[in-house]
């Protein structure tokens, strides 16, 4: 049962982590080191709950804030930004699933893979749909969703370290996002070729 709920807790949080990479990894970062139903301390994952990584997931969400205000968000979601804050939550995905394991002792070289995936759906789920809901917000409403996109993911993070079966939910969530994503986007272009 212990190895289900590490599972559970890494689907979450890496999921979380594809969401939006750096308050999701602080906030699970302060329970383990509050020992609040997650702890690496005694892994080689322990860095994830020390300062150094708390202090840097902090910069690195102030810095995204910063960038979200001076380049704005549309600028940020695509070339070499969107490539590195893509690989950012795809590598921080992968830590905390791996470190979600290294808590109980398990192998943890799944938890790289496990991580990089859900880090993806995250990603894949939540991208295009910010996009799109930007799209038809005026300028001051949208300069508010990078704020619900971060609230979104601690609350992932947060509920799946807690309560761990709330990571396959997430999990799911995201997919059905990803799948009704594709399938409005199928449709918008069989759309257009009718119109042909």
Same mark, same amino acid.
């Given at each position: 049962?212990?190895?289900?709920?590490?599972?559970?807790?890494?689907?979450?949080?890496?999921?979380?982590? @594809?969401? *939006?990479?750096?308050?999701?990894?602080?906030?699970?970062?302060?329970?383990?080191?509050?020992?609040?139903?997650?702890?690496?301390?005694?892994?080689?994952?322990?860095?994830?709950?020390?300062?150094?990584?708390?202090?840097?997931?902090?910069?690195?969400?102030?810095?995204?804030?910063?960038?979200?205000?001076?380049?704005?968000?549309? *600028?940020?979601? +695509?070339?070499?930004?969107?490539?590195?804050?893509?690989?950012?939550?795809?590598?921080?995905?992968?830590?905390?699933?791996?470190?979600?394991?290294?808590?109980?002792?398990?192998?943890?070289?799944?938890?790289?893979?496990?991580?990089?995936?859900?880090?993806?759906?995250?990603?894949?789920?939540?991208?295009?749909?910010?996009?799109?809901?930007?799209? +038809?917000?005026?300028?001051?409403?949208?300069?508010?969703?990078?704020?619900?996109?971060?609230?979104?993911?601690?609350?992932?993070? #947060?509920?799946?370290?807690?309560?761990?079966?709330?990571?396959? #939910?997430?999990? @799911?969530?995201?997919?059905?996002?990803?799948?009704?994503?594709?399938? *409005?986007?199928?449709?918008?272009?069989?759309?257009? +070729?009718?119109?042909?």
């Amino acid at each position: 049962m212990h190895l289900a709920f590490d599972i559970f807790q890494g689907i979450g949080i890496a999921a979380a982590a @594809g969401i *939006r990479p750096f308050l999701p990894s602080l906030a699970v970062g302060a329970l383990a080191a509050g020992d609040i139903q997650i702890d690496f301390k005694g892994t080689d994952f322990a860095f994830l709950q020390g300062t150094p990584f708390l202090v840097a997931m902090l910069l690195g969400a102030i810095l995204l804030a910063v960038a979200e205000q001076r380049l704005g968000e549309d *600028r940020l979601q +695509r070339g070499p930004f969107a490539i590195g804050f893509g690989a950012i939550a795809l590598a921080v995905g992968a830590l905390l699933f791996a470190g979600a394991l290294a808590q109980g002792h398990y192998v943890t070289w799944p938890g790289y893979i496990a991580g990089v995936l859900c880090a993806a759906v995250g990603i894949a789920a939540t991208r295009p749909l910010l996009a799109r809901v930007r799209k +038809r917000l005026d300028q001051a409403a949208a300069a508010a969703l990078p704020m619900f996109a971060e609230g979104g993911a601690l609350v992932c993070a #947060v509920l799946s370290v807690l309560l761990p079966p709330v990571g396959l #939910v997430v999990l @799911g969530l995201l997919l059905w996002m990803v799948i009704a994503g594709r399938r *409005r986007e199928g449709e918008k272009y069989a759309g257009l +070729r009718i119109l042909r």
